[in-house]
């Protein structure tokens, strides 16, 4: 076991430049990316007044997220806007602007995806803004998408007997769907459903950057 020490300096060279090249670099380019405004002024500073991009979440949409992460969304769904000719993004409508990185700085766990079974949710809140589209949707799919292939998350609801007078937050489903309750009977979101339609909706990508403008050309 003569040639050891080289052994160990071939193992510490081969991490630490794979260290250097996958973090050190990344962290270089991108680690001190801020929120900014649309434009910079003459200075290349964010315009003072104009909103800051990207928002924090709130505090409901936060939970949401820990629920689609819990639920596995992410298997089927990405979070990522695709530039240009590459992919059919826009052309599904799926955005206005390819996302950057600095759409991701305040999120602890990206879930940008790999698998696409469904449509890109990076900018669902603005393509599908109802509440009670989603609340139908996630209790049973085909009730909106007739044919779709995605699970029921019907254990996030409740169907429960109508009390004195019906929940304000209660989901409405046609009388004559086969997915109805009961007649004196509701489906009613939990709170973990209420909190995975606010992380929905909460996912925009309405707002351009200095780096990325909404195409123009289409
Ligand atoms: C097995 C794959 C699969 C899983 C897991 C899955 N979905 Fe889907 N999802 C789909 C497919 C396919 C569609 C398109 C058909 C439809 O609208 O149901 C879709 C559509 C959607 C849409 C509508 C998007 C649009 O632009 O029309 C939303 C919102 C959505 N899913 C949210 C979720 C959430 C939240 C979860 C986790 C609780 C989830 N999905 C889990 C496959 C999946």
């Not at 990316?33 to 909103?51: F, I, M, R, Y």
């Not at 992460?69 to 409508?93: L, N, P």
């Not at 509440?131 to 169907?159: D, R």
């Amino acid at each position: 076991m003569k040639n050891l020490p080289t052994l160990f300096l071939g193992i510490f060279f081969a991490l630490a430049f794979s260290w250097t090249g996958l973090i050190l670099s990344s962290h270089l380019f991108l680690g001190d990316l801020k929120s900014t405004t649309a434009t910079l002024d003459e200075q290349g500073n964010p315009v003072e007044g104009d909103p800051l991009y990207p928002l924090k979440l709130s505090g409901i949409a936060r939970e949401g997220k820990q629920v689609y992460i819990d639920q596995g969304c992410v298997y089927c769904h990405s979070q990522q806007i695709r530039t240009k000719g590459y992919g059919a993004d826009f052309e599904r409508g799926w955005g206005e602007r390819q996302t950057v990185a600095r759409d991701y700085i305040y999120q602890e766990r990206v879930m940008l995806g790999t698998m696409r079974t469904g449509p890109d949710l990076a900018n669902v809140g603005t393509r599908l803004s109802s509440v009670q589209w989603h609340m139908q949707h996630l209790y049973e799919p085909q009730i909106t998408s007739p044919g779709s292939i995605m699970p029921p998350y019907s254990y996030l609801f409740e169907v429960r007997e109508i009390g004195s007078r019906p929940s304000p937050n209660a989901v409405s489903i046609p009388f004559d769907s086969p997915y109805a309750p009961p007649e004196g009977w509701e489906v009613v979101p939990t709170p973990r459903a209420e909190a995975l339609v606010a992380y929905l909706l909460s996912l925009r990508v309405d707002y351009e950057l200095p780096e990325m403008k909404f195409s123009e050309d289409d």
